[in-house]
T-cell receptor, first 112, second 115 residues
């Protein structure tokens, strides 16, 4: 199994630009999670999906953030417009029901 | 109160030492528990699940105390390669009959093992 695949690995962009992060979960997993990690705040859950349906988006910082899961094998996290405070590592993870999470390698986002 | 709390550390120990971390959780509806390990600039990886009866994997022992709402991780005979951040994870059922789960991470405990 290839594991959770995220792209890009690194993204450097200027403030105000749109950023799209992509994730392919492990096949057969029905939960998909987006996390953000910073030194100050640790791992924060942004949003998670079950069977492609968003269940809890209370962690999404503000309207500039949106996430979609059009099918069981693909999800995106979009930031528009991006701001320097969005700089962080964004992890996607997937799991089955009450099974451990498997993380992707993460996308390191830098907004200048 | 945070849903999952950990001492951030760092815990500085010499090689060969035994070290223990605790993690407390606030939601009594928590279903399952895990310890993850995260190396610098890497993704978290599952170290071990935590079972009600306690479980051991080599030098690592995990225990759960539901009455006091904490889990622990014990590392015996520490190795240099054990240096990492250890994240406590609690799986919380969302809603009464939804069947949905939410995994909440602690901020992690940093371990530094020195020669």
């Amino acid at each position: 199994d290839a594991g959770v695949i995220q792209s890009p690995r690194h993204e450097v962009t200027e403030m105000g630009q749109e950023v799209t992060l992509r994730c392919k979960p492990i096949s057969g997993h029905d939960y998909l999670f987006w996390y953000r990690q910073t030194m100050m705040r640790g791992l924060e859950l942004l949003i998670y999906f079950n069977n492609n349906v968003p269940i809890d988006d209370s962690g999404m910082p503000e309207d500039r953030f949106s996430a979609k899961m059009p099918n069981a094998s693909f999800s995106t996290l979009k930031i528009q417009p991006s701001e320097p405070r969005d700089s962080a590592v964004y992890f996607c993870a997937s799991s089955g029901h009450e099974t451990p999470l498997h993380f992707g390698n993460g996308t390191r986002l830098t907004v200048t | 109160r945070k849903e999952v709390e950990q001492d951030p550390g760092p815990f500085n120990v010499p090689e060969g030492a035994t070290v223990a971390f605790n993690c407390t959780y606030s939601n009594s509806a928590s279903q399952s528990f895990f310890w993850y390990r995260q190396d610098c600039r890497k993704e978290p990886k599952l170290l071990m699940s935590v079972y009600s009866s306690g479980n051991e994997d080599g030098r690592f022992t995990a225990q759960l105390n539901r009455a006091s709402q904490y889990i622990s991780l014990l590392i015996r005979d520490s190795k240099l390669s054990d240096s990492a951040t250890y994240l406590c994870v609690v799986n919380i059922r969302v809603g009464v009959n939804t069947g949905f789960q939410k995994l909440v991470f602690g901020t992690g405990t940093r371990l530094l093992v020195s020669p």
